[in-house]
């Protein structure tokens, strides 16, 4: 005996797996996003970029000028990219004032003042930089880039900033907040299941070692750890861990009911990655990038929690 399906039922309309997929990549690139998470990167961003540029203008010559430590035909012979662009090829005798105009742009970045045209620059002297000067490129100069693209597309100066002080931000959610955040947190996923794909092809990290080489070697580290060396076990569950959580960071980070786990992970990897080896800088910027994923809920919280008066008998007390 066949039955026959209620009227309500057979009024809704069968969507296909394709229909489904195309309002989910719709939903979760172009719905509405709050632009704070984006300001609180922003200022974070600013801070790193402006700290980079300080060390730069200590000797820019010696990194971007003519007779730098590696000379313009070096570069080129080097990368062999015709396509290659930096500043400082075309004004290599204004390297410092180059360099100042960096320091500058990621200050004003920092402070939210004429945010998209100092998200720009300061975008194009990291460039700059990192083209010019190959060999002094590392982490942190990688992760700026992953941060300050995002800060060019997105309203990252619609709070927070001085530009909102002066009435030119808009508050209010937008597509663009939430492109620049979904560019960020993939581009993140990327990079860690890369970085621990490539892990795997060491043996180190199979036997669980990979993180005593770095502590054991004494030109290296600025923290002596050497003493884990009494406690092997201790090593092997750090290593794998480690090696775990940047491997299952692309799946895990993305269920509400994982993501803040794998989020407060990423705290002691990163801060042990810049006290233990010299490198905090680098693991700063990691630990911006991963602010992509706090919802802008969380940081009011806790702005609140942070600038909220004490009631009256709290004061007392």
Not at 45 to 72: C, E, H, I, K, Y
Request: net charge neutral.
């Amino acid at each position: 005996m066949t039955t026959t399906p209620s009227p309500s039922v057979a009024a809704v309309p069968s969507r296909g797996w394709c229909a489904e997929w195309t309002a989910a990549w719709n939903a979760f690139w172009f719905t509405p996003a709050d632009p704070l998470p984006l300001a609180v990167i922003r200022i974070a961003t600013g801070a790193l970029l402006a700290w980079s540029s300080m060390v730069w203008l200590g000797d820019a010559q010696a990194f971007f000028g003519n007779d730098a430590w590696l000379r313009p035909e070096d570069v080129w012979r080097m990368n062999d990219q015709p396509w290659q662009w930096s500043w400082y090829f075309a004004a290599p005798v204004a390297a410092g004032g180059l360099t100042l105009v960096t320091l500058v742009a990621a200050v004003c970045l920092m402070l939210g003042l004429a945010t998209p045209l100092a998200a720009l620059v300061s975008f194009a002297g990291l460039v700059s930089a990192a083209n010019r000067a190959p060999l002094n490129v590392f982490g942190l100069d990688d992760t700026l880039g992953m941060l300050l693209v995002p800060l060019v597309i997105g309203p990252s100066g619609a709070v927070l900033s001085l530009d909102a002080l002066l009435g030119r931000g808009d508050a209010r959610p937008g597509v663009r907040a939430n492109i620049a955040l979904r560019l960020l947190q993939i581009h993140l996923c990327v990079v860690y299941f890369f970085s621990g794909s490539g892990k795997l092809l060491g043996a180190s990290w199979w036997e669980g070692t990979a993180l005593w080489g770095a502590l054991a070697n004494g030109q290296y580290r600025t923290l002596d750890l050497t003493g884990l060396a009494r406690h092997p076990l201790v090593v092997n569950a750090l290593t794998l861990a480690t090696l775990f959580w940047e491997l299952g960071y692309a799946a895990l980070v993305w269920p509400r009911l994982t993501r803040p786990l794998v989020l407060a992970m990423a705290a002691p990897v990163h801060l042990g990655i810049g006290l233990a080896m010299g490198m905090m800088e680098f693991g700063l910027a990691m630990l911006v990038a991963n602010l992509a994923f706090v919802p802008a809920a969380a940081f009011r919280g806790l702005g609140s929690r942070m600038f909220s008066r004490p009631h009256t008998s709290e004061r007392l007390a």
